[in-house]
């Protein structure tokens, strides 16, 4: 049996929801599956993100999630004070866009609405679609998208497992 999550609050645990028997999931609920899924392997405890890319086919073309950079061991007590380890975490929408070329990839979920700089840079690479889950107040990724003609789109109703 397929379940449908509603995931609205970033690190609490799915609630299932039941989803019809043979109905096919959207390409934008199979993005956000996958990012979510990608959410899981973060290692920071205070906020789990997670971002998926699919080219123009609808092909996955990868996952990515927030963290440190590849081969940094982190310090004992790094993870203990948000504020002052922050400025070193990579948002996974960095990662991911470390994964292609500009104009690869038509559109990317995110588990939280991009921040203003990972939106810009997102801009830069010529995604045309983008779907988050959880709001980020702090955010200009609406405004951003509205000039650039870019789609922004929340969704909250997708299956994982």
Known sequence: MTQVFDLSMS???????????GERISIPQYAMSLAHIASLRSED??????????????????????????GFDAPDGFWDDR????????????NLCSLFKRGEVKLIASTT????ACMQTLCAYGIQEIYYRD???ESSAPEIAEIYGIRIEQITDYPIG
């Open 11 to 21: 690190n609490d645990l799915p609630q299932p929801a039941p989803f019809k028997q």
């Open 45 to 70: 405890p205070f906020r789990k993100v997670g971002a998926s890319a699919l080219d123009f086919d609808n092909r996955v073309v990868g996952t990515a999630y927030n963290g440190l950079a590849p």
């Open 83 to 94: 504020d002052k380890r922050q400025k070193f975490m990579l948002h996974a929408e960095i």
């Open 113 to 116: 609405m991009p921040c203003t």
């Open 135 to 137: 709001v980020y107040q």
